[in-house]
């Protein structure tokens, strides 16, 4: 039977939510939910590949003071990818600020964002921002990916106006994750599928990046640790656009 994540679902209060430190557990309920709405046999949905990357190309997305103030952060726009003729689910990753109850995304000074492979060794592919609407077309106007509701059946992804088209992570947050677990520049984030119950978005378990720290191969990512800590903890939920904000640019 399908079922919704054991995580609560956070309420829209026009203020940032909290990013929620997940256990093994609750990763595992994530993924799972994902596995039977995204990925169930005999559907034609892409690839569901575990991503990384390493945290010095992440943070090559963030503009300096983005991981201290409040109000800015990271965000992570749903694409799909294709390498050797295979799609794949992937993000396009830029930075974001919140103000006035709105977003708005931050291009690099470059003018690049970042897409994530499925190899850390192969760093990030580089596409310019203004090219961030075309990227997103491929997830959300295709005419075959498909998610099933709560009595397993088969909707268009592209016929959800509240599907999230983006999981934003507030910085201060992203920034705890990696210092709790003393993560280096050369250490791998590795980003995962996963899906949330979300009353306003269609009543379904919608499509959520999990972010997990991998230092020297090994998961950070277990049942244990301290309280108020990212330590062994995977980062998920951030706020999703939509339904938790207007579509993102």
């Known amino acids: 039977m399908l079922k919704k994540s054991n995580l609560q679902e956070n309420p829209f209060d026009n203020k940032i939510l909290s990013n929620i430190a997940v256990n093994l557990t609750l990763f595992g309920d994530l993924r799972q939910n994902f596995e039977e709405r995204y990925n169930y046999f005999g559907n034609p949905n892409p690839e569901d590949e575990v991503l990384e990357v390493k945290v010095i190309d992440l943070l090559s997305v963030i503009p300096a003071g983005y991981l201290t103030t409040d109000g800015r952060g990271i965000a992570f ?106 993560m280096g520049n050369n250490d791998v984030i590795e980003v995962l599928n996963g899906a949330i119950y979300k009353a306003n978005a269609h009543g379904l378990n919608v499509h959520s990046p999990i972010l997990v720290c991998n230092k020297a191969g090994v998961r950070q990512l277990s049942d244990e640790g301290p309280a108020g800590s990212f330590e062994n903890k995977a980062l998920d939920v951030g706020r999703l656009c939509p339904p938790e904000c207007n579509k993102p640019n």
């Open 77 to 182: 726009h749903h694409v799909i990818e294709n390498e050797g003729g295979q799609d794949f689910y992937s993000f396009a990753v830029t930075a974001w600020k919140y103000e006035n109850n709105e977003f708005t995304g931050v291009p690099l000074d470059n003018n690049k964002l970042r897409i994530l492979n499925r190899s850390a060794n192969q760093g990030t592919d580089e596409y310019d921002f203004s090219n961030l609407a075309v990227k997103k077309q491929t997830y959300h106007k295709s005419d075959t990916l498909k998610v099933k509701n709560g009595v397993g059946a088969e909707i268009l992804v592209k016929t959800l106006p509240k599907h999230p088209q983006a999981c934003y992570f507030e910085g201060k947050n992203f920034k705890k994750m990696l210092d709790d677990n003393t």
